[in-house]
């Protein structure tokens, strides 16, 4: 299965937490370190898809959602270049929403998408 780990964090909401975070990350494994630090974590599987950086373009991903009534629980953005923005999905069915990607050629990524 084609997807990539998101790794949920839950932080004291005071002043210098993500920065202490990025602190104990800076030379090591996120969910081992963070574990052994004390935090309470937990991973994810989520879809990481390729959709058209333009006026509607990602309307066109959800369409498909909506069509085959794919509930969409959180949608973020991981990062953009020229004309195709990748975004995360969070969905309860991820292996019918990795087929309608794959049968609508939606370009999905997998671990590779930390590579690039």
């Known amino acids: 299965m084609k997807t990539v780990k998101q790794i949920e964090l839950w932080l004291n909401n005071v002043p210098g937490q993500l920065s202490d975070i990025s602190d104990i990350l800076s030379d090591n494994r996120a969910v081992n370190v963070l574990k052994s630090a ?12 390729e959709m058209p950086n333009h006026p509607g373009g990602m309307n066109v991903v959800l369409k498909l959602l909506k069509d085959s009534k794919v509930n969409l629980d959180y949608i973020y953005p991981c990062m953009g270049t020229g004309n195709i923005t990748v975004v995360i999905l969070g969905v309860v069915s991820v292996k019918k ?16 998408l930390y590579h690039i």
């Open 38 to 49: 004390g935090y309470k974590i937990k991973t994810k599987q989520v879809i990481a898809c």
């Open 97 to 112: 929403t990795l087929k309608i990607m794959e049968d609508n050629w939606i370009k999905v990524w997998g671990d590779d």
